[in-house]
């Protein structure tokens, strides 16, 4: 079966960075687009980047453009989000998702604070 298992969440302080990962299973990864969202309590859970299936191609939530990199090893079936220059506004649970099959992984909590 499809699992997405993320990693790499914790807390930080402004301005720190964190990478996120993803391990895949139960599906042709290196075949199809990957991403990777984040929901803070009592809001939607909203899109922060999407690659496409040989990384070629991306695309940003406006408000992590410049911060923000998804990337993906295809030989380790991994999709990661590098985060730079975080900020409290950046304080969520972030998921990795299966656009095209709507799987999503458990999440990982990425606390921003001082």
């Known amino acids: 079966q499809v699992q997405l298992v993320e990693s790499g969440g914790g807390l930080v302080q402004p301005g720190g960075s964190l990478r996120l990962s993803c391990a895949a299973s139960g599906f042709t990864f290196s075949s199809d687009a990957m991403s990777w969202y984040r929901q803070v309590p009592g809001k939607e859970r909203e899109l922060v980047a999407v690659?496409?299936?040989?990384?070629?191609?991306?695309i940003y939530l406006d408000s992590v453009k410049g911060r923000f990199t998804i990337s993906r090893d295809n030989a380790k079936n991994t999709v990661y989000l590098q985060m730079n220059s975080l900020t409290p506004d950046d304080t969520a649970v972030y998921y990795c998702?299966?656009?095209?099959?709507?799987?999503w992984g458990k999440g990982t909590l990425v606390t921003v604070s001082s």
């Open positions: 690659s496409t299936s040989g990384g070629g191609s991306t």
């Open positions: 998702n299966h656009p095209r099959m709507g799987y």
